[in-house]
Protein backbone atom coordinates (compact mmCIF):
# COMPACT_ATOMS: atom_id res chain seq x y z
CA UNK A 1 0.00 0.00 0.00
CA UNK A 2 1.35 3.30 -1.25
CA UNK A 3 0.13 6.55 0.71
CA UNK A 4 0.10 10.14 -1.33
CA UNK A 5 -0.93 13.23 1.39
CA UNK A 6 -1.42 16.82 0.11
CA UNK A 7 -3.11 19.90 0.98
CA UNK A 8 -1.18 21.24 3.73
CA UNK A 9 0.01 25.02 3.96
CA UNK A 10 -0.29 28.44 6.11
CA UNK A 11 -4.07 29.69 7.28
CA UNK A 12 -4.87 32.31 10.10
CA UNK A 13 -6.55 31.29 13.04
CA UNK A 14 -10.27 30.56 12.40
CA UNK A 15 -10.07 28.95 8.94
CA UNK A 16 -10.36 25.48 7.28
CA UNK A 17 -7.68 23.35 5.05
CA UNK A 18 -8.75 19.70 3.47
CA UNK A 19 -6.39 17.51 3.49
CA UNK A 20 -6.39 14.63 0.67
CA UNK A 21 -4.56 11.42 1.09
CA UNK A 22 -4.32 8.85 -2.23
CA UNK A 23 -3.72 5.14 -1.26
CA UNK A 24 -2.71 2.85 -4.21
CA UNK A 25 -1.66 -0.94 -4.57
CA UNK A 26 -3.14 -3.39 -2.43
CA UNK A 27 -5.78 -1.19 -1.00
CA UNK A 28 -8.55 -3.90 -0.94
CA UNK A 29 -6.54 -5.04 2.13
CA UNK A 30 -6.77 -1.93 4.13
CA UNK A 31 -9.09 -1.73 6.91
CA UNK A 32 -8.94 1.34 8.30
CA UNK A 33 -6.80 4.62 7.07
CA UNK A 34 -5.90 7.53 9.94
CA UNK A 35 -4.23 11.11 9.64
CA UNK A 36 -2.06 11.77 12.66
CA UNK A 37 0.07 15.20 13.26
CA UNK A 38 3.45 15.77 14.78
CA UNK A 39 4.32 18.69 16.24
CA UNK A 40 8.12 19.95 16.91
CA UNK A 41 9.11 18.31 20.36
CA UNK A 42 5.58 16.20 20.54
CA UNK A 43 4.81 12.51 20.17
CA UNK A 44 2.64 11.79 16.92
CA UNK A 45 -1.14 12.24 17.54
CA UNK A 46 -3.93 10.30 15.97
CA UNK A 47 -6.32 12.79 15.32
CA UNK A 48 -8.61 11.08 13.20
CA UNK A 49 -9.59 7.31 11.72
CA UNK A 50 -12.12 6.08 9.44
CA UNK A 51 -13.14 2.56 8.63
CA UNK A 52 -12.67 2.20 5.39
CA UNK A 53 -15.79 -0.23 4.32
CA UNK A 54 -18.11 0.78 7.15
CA UNK A 55 -17.95 4.70 7.84
CA UNK A 56 -17.42 4.61 11.25
CA UNK A 57 -14.96 7.49 12.65
CA UNK A 58 -12.78 8.33 16.20
CA UNK A 59 -11.88 11.54 16.84
CA UNK A 60 -9.80 12.45 20.24
CA UNK A 61 -11.88 15.22 21.90
CA UNK A 62 -8.80 17.72 20.87
CA UNK A 63 -10.05 17.52 17.52
CA UNK A 64 -14.11 16.57 17.55
CA UNK A 65 -16.59 18.68 16.50
CA UNK A 66 -13.96 20.41 14.12
CA UNK A 67 -12.24 17.76 12.20
CA UNK A 68 -14.12 15.59 10.18
CA UNK A 69 -12.66 12.41 8.00
CA UNK A 70 -14.18 10.91 5.12
CA UNK A 71 -13.58 8.69 2.25
CA UNK A 72 -14.34 7.78 -1.29
CA UNK A 73 -13.91 4.20 -1.79
CA UNK A 74 -14.05 5.15 -5.99
CA UNK A 75 -10.71 7.36 -5.62
CA UNK A 76 -9.53 5.17 -3.15
CA UNK A 77 -8.75 8.66 -1.48
CA UNK A 78 -9.26 9.93 2.71
CA UNK A 79 -9.94 13.17 3.55
CA UNK A 80 -9.61 15.26 6.43
CA UNK A 81 -11.58 18.81 7.06
CA UNK A 82 -9.97 20.54 9.35
CA UNK A 83 -12.42 23.62 10.40
CA UNK A 84 -11.95 26.46 13.09
CA UNK A 85 -8.31 25.67 13.36
CA UNK A 86 -6.01 26.73 15.93
CA UNK A 87 -2.38 27.62 16.16
CA UNK A 88 -1.94 24.60 18.33
CA UNK A 89 -3.34 22.31 15.25
CA UNK A 90 0.27 23.55 13.75
CA UNK A 91 1.87 20.48 12.91
CA UNK A 92 2.89 18.10 9.84
CA UNK A 93 0.04 15.73 9.48
CA UNK A 94 0.58 12.36 7.79
CA UNK A 95 -2.20 9.73 6.58
CA UNK A 96 -1.57 6.20 7.68
CA UNK A 97 -3.35 2.63 6.87
CA UNK A 98 -3.99 -0.31 8.92
CA UNK A 99 -5.07 -3.69 7.55
CA UNK A 100 -7.04 -4.93 10.67
CA UNK A 101 -8.81 -3.29 13.36
CA UNK A 102 -5.76 -3.02 15.78
CA UNK A 103 -5.39 0.08 14.55
CA UNK A 104 -1.85 -1.21 13.91
CA UNK A 105 -0.79 1.68 10.99
CA UNK A 106 1.95 -0.14 8.81
CA UNK A 107 2.03 1.70 6.06
CA UNK A 108 2.26 5.57 5.84
CA UNK A 109 2.14 8.89 3.80
CA UNK A 110 4.73 11.26 3.38
CA UNK A 111 4.10 14.05 5.82
CA UNK A 112 2.00 17.83 4.87
CA UNK A 113 2.98 20.73 7.15
CA UNK A 114 -0.32 22.68 8.49
CA UNK A 115 0.87 25.90 10.08
CA UNK A 116 -1.81 28.07 11.83
CA UNK A 117 -0.43 31.58 12.66
CA UNK A 118 -1.55 35.13 11.84
Known amino acids: VQLQASGGGLVQPGGSLRLSCVAS????????MGWFRQAPGKERQLVAA????????YYPDSVKGRFTISRDNAKNTVYLQMNSLKPEDTAVYYC????????????WGQGTQVTVSS
Open 50 to 57: INWSGGST
Open 25 to 32: GRTFSIYT
Open 96 to 107: AASLSDRYDFNY
